[in-house]
């Protein structure tokens, strides 16, 4: 398996991109230079798009098990090279040792999905109401498929669109985040071309989005662009796509609700929340935005809460007991604490953490917020956790509610169906009782409502999003027409 990630990949080729920007890949917590690419522009990206399409073609018609064959050796590739890419997610993404090992499995996860996918292309035959028809469904690959993955979970989320699509019979181009070249796309190139994959069917295209980011979605070549970020930038791809016709799998930003009902385990609650929230720094779609306590137990949460939230380690992510690491870049943690001063400014106290050094900013505690402040109306990709009081079911379903996100979210009660029916109120795509809301697996449909996304991934569900129908109809005896034909033999 390929290890040097200095060039781009297309058509099975390793090569200098064409444009004049170099794109650096720094480790978040050292700033040590990783790697420097030089960046692909619109011209590499046409040819990627164009090798992408040739080889398609003879791709769809491949024999099932040939497709899984390569999926399944990816897969033991991937298993070969476990701890090098355990260790480019540690040293690129910020990853802890812990996440990125749970990362890992994930990825894998997907690769096992994925490789049953070549035999569930399933189509129908249906009857028709004419006589001596038959109808016929048949279930295609859609094409080429673009791919844009983010920085936050680079290995899972760019394989959970990479190996249902290539699975398919589809052919990938892939654009990975500028923070996160190597982990969410160069090392699949490297991980395919050691399982075989014939050339063309998977290029990387390292580069700016500003040189090329519209131009990936707008080429006229990819039938469907997958897209993982935030809701502004999934907005602007939606309009794009929308414009030329194209599909989207676009699973976007979250305002992730945790609500502990006053019959809840606390202790339970707080176990949940601390790894809700504070899980790979936060900086998860899925993880815990806002944390609504009922007012009967709120003061014994957070007590709990604040005391574990201080014992849990923050620092250097390559150390094997890290649980929290670096923001991707000081961008980041910059937002952050200007979100932490505005709502400090409204009422709220900082009762842990509140600083940064370098990238590593503390795990932060806030009470005596409310709906209305900054943090809590503002998705906060970062470790910080705000505590929000509520006096009744109603209450909380409402603030639950009050913004346009809707990813996921958790309930906690002991009583079940309490838990369950205030989780059927909350807008979202997926929600979870007695647990928290960073929950993805491989078989199971996910995604958000709202302005967190369009359609689903993962099992039968992104079989649905990466394929297309075709209605083929065969008249096996011949069919009258009536007098609009009859009239013509006079």
């Not at 844009?148 to 052919?171: C, E, M, Q, V």
């Not at 930003?253 to 504070?278: E, H, M, P, R, T």
Request: proline content about 5%; hydrophobic content about 40%; glycine content about 10%.
């Amino acid at each position: 398996m390929k290890t040097d990630f200095s060039k781009i990949y297309i058509n099975g080729e390793w090569i200098q991109g064409s444009s004049d920007s170099q794109m650096k890949n720094t480790n978040p917590f050292t700033g040590e230079e990783l790697v420097t690419t030089q960046a692909a522009d619109k011209s590499d990206l046409d040819t990627a798009y164009k090798a992408a399409a040739e080889a398609q073609v003879e791709w769809a018609k491949e024999l099932p098990q040939n497709k899984r064959a390569v999926i399944e050796k990816a897969l033991e590739v991937m298993q070969e090279n476990k701890e090098l890419i355990i260790d480019w997610l540690v040293k690129e993404a910020g990853s802890t040792v812990i996440k990125a090992t749970v990362e890992f499995g994930a990825s894998i996860n997907i690769l096992k999905e994925a490789a049953t996918f070549p035999y569930r292309m399933e189509g129908k035959i249906l009857p028709s109401q004419q006589a001596g028809k038959e109808n016929r469904v048949y279930r295609n690959a859609l094409g080429v498929i673009g791919i844009i993955s983010p920085w936050n979970f680079p290995l899972h989320l760019a394989i959970r669109s990479i190996a249902p699509a290539l699975a398919t019979g589809n052919a990938v181009v892939i654009k990975p985040a500028t923070d996160t070249p190597v982990t969410g796309g160069l090392l699949f190139a490297s991980i395919f071309e050691a399982a075989g994959l014939p050339k063309g069917l998977l290029n990387v295209v390292v580069g700016r989005g500003s040189e090329i980011g519209d131009d990936i979605v707008t080429h006229p070549t990819p039938r469907l662009i997958s897209f993982t970020g935030s809701t502004p930038v999934g907005k602007r791809i939606g309009e794009l796509a929308g414009g030329a016709l194209k599909k989207t799998a676009l699973e976007l930003g979250g305002n992730n609700n945790f609500i502990v009902l006053n019959d809840a385990d606390v202790d339970q609650a707080v176990d949940s929340a601390l790894f809700g929230k504070f899980y790979h720094q936060g900086q998860i779609c899925m993880a815990i935005n806002r944390i609504f306590v009922h007012e009967d137990i709120y003061d014994e949460f957070a007590e709990q809460f604040i005391a574990r939230a201080g014992k849990l380690k923050f620092g250097n992510p390559a150390e094997q007991d890290t649980q929290v690491g670096p923001l991707i870049n000081r961008d980041q943690v910059d937002r952050i604490l200007k979100e932490i001063d505005a709502t400090v400014e409204q009422g709220a106290k900082v009762r842990l953490g509140g600083k940064a050094d370098g990238n590593v900013l503390e795990p932060t505690v806030l009470t005596g917020v409310t709906n209305s402040m900054p943090l809590a109306e503002n998705e906060i990709f970062g470790p910080v956790a705000i505590l929000i009081p509520f006096s009744s079911d109603e209450e909380v379903v409402e603030q639950a509610n009050a913004y346009p996100f809707g990813l996921s979210g958790a309930v906690h009660s002991a009583n079940i169906e309490h838990g369950t029916n205030i989780a059927h109120q909350i807008q979202t795509g997926m929600i979870h009782v007695n647990d928290q809301p960073v929950n993805d697996e491989a078989h199971m449909p996910f995604g958000g409502e709202k302005d967190s996304g369009l359609g689903r991934f993962n099992g039968e569900w992104v079989l649905e999003e990466f394929t297309t129908l075709k209605w083929l109809s065969v008249q096996h005896q011949r069919r009258e027409y009536g007098p609009f034909v009859n009239n013509t033999r006079k």
